[in-house]
């Protein structure tokens, strides 16, 4: 059976979704297909307040928030031509300050494919889909980067029209408790224990920069403006 074919045949119980548990096992196994690492499919909702998070599929805790920052500019009306794919390949050949490189190496990966697709009647919801995979470029895999992401992109409309046919009371949004990733909370860990920025750097072995960005991703979650804050906030969270 070609490739492609049996890749969208894994697609076919979105038919008959109906509750969240079943898009996420529709979920699982397309990945699977697909040789994926991980994968994480959140429906991001425009509301006048900005853009909400209404539901979140992971397959591993936390990895979905260190990604976040890959989606933004995806997400943003402005840019980009009616019917153009909003994609970006990310891999551990890049530049290492990228905002993902650092969870790349943690969670294993060699590549993350990250892209927002629109549902078949397009309108204030999108869905916003990444896949990581262990290999670099397409020779690394067995299917070249262009094929993947049309696949990956057909598979997101598909999912996000699935969302949007289940009954409301199976479609609440997804729960506003904050949440850190495993390496803002590393960051901050070390903070709490009156290490600087430097010294956090050489621990974890990457850059002062990237500890930086880290913290100021937690200090946006937790809503405070520096370390003790920060820490303090996280320890009453049961964050840390």
């Not at 119980?13 to 690492?37: H, N, Q, R, T, Y």
């Not at 997101?156 to 390496?183: F, G, H, M, N, V």
């Not at 600087?196 to 405070?224: D, M, P, W």
Request: glycine share 8%; net charge neutral; aromatic share 8%.
């Amino acid at each position: 059976m070609r490739f492609a074919t049996r890749v969208l045949r894994s697609l076919r119980p979105l038919i008959g979704a109906s509750c969240p548990a079943d898009i996420d096992k529709v979920i699982s196994d397309f990945a699977a297909e697909l040789d994926a690492m991980h994968y994480a499919l959140g429906i991001i909702q425009h509301t006048p307040e900005g853009d909400m998070l209404r539901w979140l599929c992971e397959d591993a805790r936390c990895w979905w928030e260190a990604f976040r920052p890959e989606f933004s500019p995806l997400i943003a009306a402005t840019g980009w031509h009616t019917g153009q794919m909003r994609v970006a390949w990310r891999t551990l050949d890049d530049d290492p300050f990228f905002p993902a490189y650092d969870e790349l190496q943690r969670l294993g990966a060699r590549s993350g494919l990250f892209l927002v697709a629109d549902g078949l009647r397009p309108g204030d919801t999108v869905a916003c889909f990444a896949l990581l995979f262990g290999f670099a470029d397409a020779t690394g895999g067995r299917h070249a980067h262009a094929q993947l992401t049309d696949l990956c992109h057909h598979a997101a409309s598909l999912l996000l029209d699935a969302y949007l046919r289940l009954p409301c009371q199976e479609r609440k949004p997804t729960c506003a408790l904050t949440r850190l990733s495993a390496r803002e909370q590393e960051c901050l860990r070390w903070a709490s224990v009156g290490k600087t920025g430097g010294e956090t750097a050489q621990i974890l072995g990457v850059s002062e920069r990237t500890v930086n960005f880290h913290l100021g991703n937690s200090f946006a979650k937790l809503k405070v403006n520096n370390k003790q804050a920060a820490v303090a906030q996280a320890i009453l969270r049961g964050l840390l």
